[in-house]
Structures are given as structure tokens and as C-alpha cells.
């Protein structure tokens, strides 16, 4: 690419990656109307993109070279070195005084509940806690080349010896959790610390490959990882993994947990990111009105018949076009 100024680079990338935005990603909470021929060159493009806007941002650094793609199914990919020693230490630093018992989802109410599935200590971080915490909600966006609105506070979490995450999905069996921003599309998982053992990340359903076994040769894996493609923490890097296919299916492959933790300790950040803006207060009274500026483009080009679950919804989940398409 050319050298331009920051400027003029963030207006010639904006262009495009909005572009690109609306073809593949926006309206489709279910993505009827994606071009599944172009499905693989989607999801190179999200590696590659970064390349563009990091040299049209001026404060989301990105390296496309540190990317290693782990998985195809489910799709999963790490960042080497994505956060640096003083993002990491920074965020350990905010945690230490605020950790609670993690909680898991309950599957029939959506609400938060203890359980032995999790035994981690965490705590959430608000996005705009202090200029640290902002880029690094800047690079989460720019290298999943998702909206920062759709993404949930980030959660920092620690594991002592021992303690673990049993394998889990992100996405949502329930209505409650939904209605805020839809599914959980992609998670993007940050090491704050190195382990001595134990504390991987595993995918037990993951499709068998080469990646597999050669993993599988790796004696350094605990017991636990050694059941799926597995990722060890090293301290700044970062995994990224979809929990939807690109329809919005949910993807049964992105089952996923967090192995024990045998020597050390275990220091990481989640963000989980939505389909839909997450930041949007959902009020109790269901109003006639767009929810996002796009509707009414949208509505004439007739998406409120091809897309009707996103762009009109039902009387438990409103849609988010209800009013371009004349349904209230």
C-alpha cells in the first residue's frame, strides 16, 4: 500500500472495511444472504485486513505476520505477542483488588450462579477505565475487525493451582442473555502470565488435523490439553475463536475450557463480542423504532422478508428494524 498520512489512510480504509462490513457481517445476526463460495476468503480477509488498518490507525497497532491460524473447525487463530509486558501488567494490576468467584450462565434463567464448572477469582473491566485499557480495546476491535460496541467489558481472571474451566460454549442456550446484543459471535482470549504447567486452553471437539498431532508430540501438554487442539498461555498472546459459523449457527466445534492448573499461576483477559451492539440499553417497553441506522436501506432492499429474525424478530426478541418494516 502506498504511504499516506494517518488521516487520510483511516478515511480510504474506513471506506472499505465498512464496505466490507455490510456485505459479510451487518444486518445478519443470521446471515442469510452470505456468499458461502466466499466463506474462506472472508475469514483470510479478517487476517489480512489488519495489514490496511495498521497504517490508517494511529493508536491500534496490528501485525498480521504474528497471526497463526490453529483451527478451521472451529475457526481459531493467535496473535503472538498482542499485548505487551505493561498491558498485561497493567491489567493484573487493576484485577488483584477486585477478584470475586467467577460464575457460570445458567442455562434456563440466564442468571449468574456458582458453580464447580468455573473456579476461577475475576472481576470486569469498564472500556473506558483509562487510556491502557482504551487501546487495548482499540486493537481487540481492529484485529477481530469487529465493532467495539458489541463487545462486553473485559474480564480478567486468575487461576491458582488447580483450578480450571470445564469445557463450555460462549454462545447462549437461553432467551435472557440474548436480548442484549444477540449470541456471542467471537471471544478473544489474552495471557497475562506465563504458566509453569497446566492452565491450556483445549477445544475437545475440535476437527482432527495435522495441527492435531503434531500437538499431540508435545510433552510439555498437560493431560488435559492433549484432548483436543490446545493452545498454551504465554504471556501476551492472544486467541481468537468464533463460537458462530458464519450463517450464525451456533458451531458445536467451539466447545472450549480452560485445562487445570498444575504449577503456577494463571493470569488471562476475556472479551467476548456479540453479534449486535452490546452497549445499547434494552429498556422494558418495546418501542416502535430502528435500532440501527441502516434499517431503512436495508427494508428497501427487502431484508425484512429475507432476514426476518434480525430485521423484525418476534414478541420475545423484537427485532431491530421493526419500524422500517412497518411491524409496529
Given at each position: 500500500?502506498?504511504?499516506?498520512?494517518?488521516?487520510?489512510?483511516?478515511?480510504?480504509?474506513?471506506r472499505?472495511?465498512?464496505?466490507?462490513?455490510?456485505?459479510?457481517?451487518?444486518?445478519?445476526?443470521?446471515?442469510?444472504?452470505?456468499?458461502?463460495?466466499?466463506?474462506?476468503?472472508?475469514?483470510?480477509?479478517?487476517?489480512?485486513?489488519?495489514?490496511?488498518?495498521?497504517?490508517?490507525?494511529?493508536?491500534?497497532?496490528?501485525?498480521?505476520?504474528?497471526?497463526?491460524?490453529?483451527?478451521?473447525?472451529?475457526?481459531?487463530?493467535?496473535?503472538?505477542?498482542?499485548?505487551?509486558?505493561?498491558?498485561?501488567?497493567?491489567?493484573?494490576?487493576l484485577?488483584?483488588?477486585?477478584?470475586?468467584?467467577?460464575?457460570?450462565?445458567?442455562?434456563?434463567?440466564?442468571?449468574?450462579?456458582?458453580?464447580?464448572?468455573?473456579?476461577?477469582?475475576?472481576?470486569?473491566?469498564?472500556?473506558?477505565?483509562?487510556?491502557?485499557v482504551?487501546?487495548?480495546?482499540?486493537?481487540i476491535?481492529?484485529?477481530?475487525?469487529?465493532?467495539?460496541?458489541?463487545?462486553?467489558?473485559?474480564?480478567?481472571?486468575?487461576?491458582?493451582?488447580g483450578?480450571?474451566?470445564?469445557?463450555?460454549?460462549?454462545?447462549?442456550?437461553?432467551?435472557?442473555?440474548?436480548?442484549?446484543?444477540?449470541?456471542?459471535?467471537?471471544?478473544?482470549?489474552?495471557?497475562?502470565?506465563?504458566?509453569e504447567?497446566?492452565?491450556?486452553?483445549?477445544?475437545?471437539?475440535?476437527?482432527?488435523?495435522?495441527?492435531?498431532?503434531?500437538?499431540a508430540?508435545?510433552?510439555?501438554?498437560?493431560?488435559?490439553?492433549?484432548?483436543g487442539?490446545?493452545?498454551?498461555?504465554r504471556?501476551?498472546?492472544?486467541?481468537?475463536?468464533?463460537?458462530?459459523?458464519?450463517?450464525?449457527?451456533?458451531?458445536p466445534?467451539?466447545?472450549?475450557?480452560?485445562?487445570?492448573?498444575?504449577?503456577?499461576?494463571?493470569?488471562?483477559?476475556?472479551?467476548w463480542?456479540?453479534?449486535?451492539?452490546?452497549?445499547?440499553?434494552?429498556g422494558?417497553?418495546?418501542?416502535?423504532a430502528?435500532?440501527?441506522?441502516?434499517?431503512?436501506?436495508?427494508?428497501?432492499?427487502?431484508?425484512?422478508?429475507?432476514?426476518?429474525?434480525?430485521?423484525?424478530?418476534?414478541?420475545?426478541?423484537?427485532?431491530?428494524?421493526?419500524?422500517?418494516?412497518?411491524?409496529c
Open positions: 500500500m502506498p504511504s499516506n498520512s494517518c488521516a487520510e489512510c483511516s478515511s480510504d480504509s474506513s472499505e472495511l465498512d464496505s466490507k462490513l455490510d456485505t459479510y457481517i451487518f444486518p445478519r445476526k443470521f446471515h442469510t444472504m452470505i456468499n458461502f463460495s466466499q466463506i474462506a476468503s472472508f475469514f483470510f480477509f479478517i487476517l489480512i485486513a489488519a495489514a490496511f488498518v495498521t497504517k490508517s490507525s494511529c493508536s491500534a497497532i496490528i501485525n498480521p505476520s504474528k497471526v497463526k491460524q490453529i483451527s478451521w473447525k472451529p475457526r481459531a487463530f493467535v496473535y503472538e505477542g498482542f499485548l505487551t509486558d505493561e498491558e498485561c501488567n497493567h491489567l493484573v494490576s484485577a488483584k483488588k477486585e477478584l470475586k468467584r467467577s460464575a457460570v450462565a445458567d442455562n434456563e434463567s440466564g442468571e449468574s450462579k456458582l458453580s464447580e464448572v468455573r473456579t476461577s477469582s475475576g472481576m470486569f473491566i469498564s472500556k473506558a477505565k483509562d487510556p491502557i482504551a487501546g487495548i480495546e482499540d486493537k476491535a481492529t484485529w477481530a475487525f469487529l465493532p467495539k460496541e458489541n463487545g462486553e467489558d473485559i474480564q480478567v481472571l486468575r487461576y491458582e493451582e483450578q480450571k474451566y470445564e469445557p463450555h460454549y460462549d454462545y447462549f442456550s437461553d432467551k435472557v442473555n440474548i436480548v442484549r446484543g444477540g449470541h456471542r459471535l467471537a471471544t478473544v482470549l489474552m495471557y497475562l502470565s506465563d504458566v504447567k497446566g492452565g491450556e486452553t483445549v477445544f475437545p471437539e475440535a476437527e482432527e488435523s495435522t495441527r492435531r498431532r503434531s500437538m508430540a508435545d510433552d510439555t501438554l498437560s493431560e488435559c490439553a492433549r484432548k487442539i490446545a493452545v498454551k498461555p504471556k501476551g498472546d492472544a486467541l481468537l475463536f468464533f463460537s458462530l459459523h458464519p450463517n450464525a449457527v451456533p458451531d466445534m467451539s466447545l472450549h475450557g480452560g485445562c487445570p492448573v498444575i504449577e503456577g499461576e494463571k493470569w488471562s483477559a476475556t472479551k463480542i456479540h453479534v449486535d451492539s452490546f452497549d445499547k440499553i434494552v422494558s417497553e418495546k418501542s416502535c430502528d435500532q440501527n441506522e441502516n434499517c431503512e436501506r436495508w427494508a428497501a432492499l427487502g431484508e425484512c422478508t429475507k432476514n426476518p429474525e434480525y430485521m423484525v424478530g418476534s414478541s420475545d426478541l423484537p427485532g431491530s428494524c421493526r419500524k422500517s418494516c412497518k411491524a
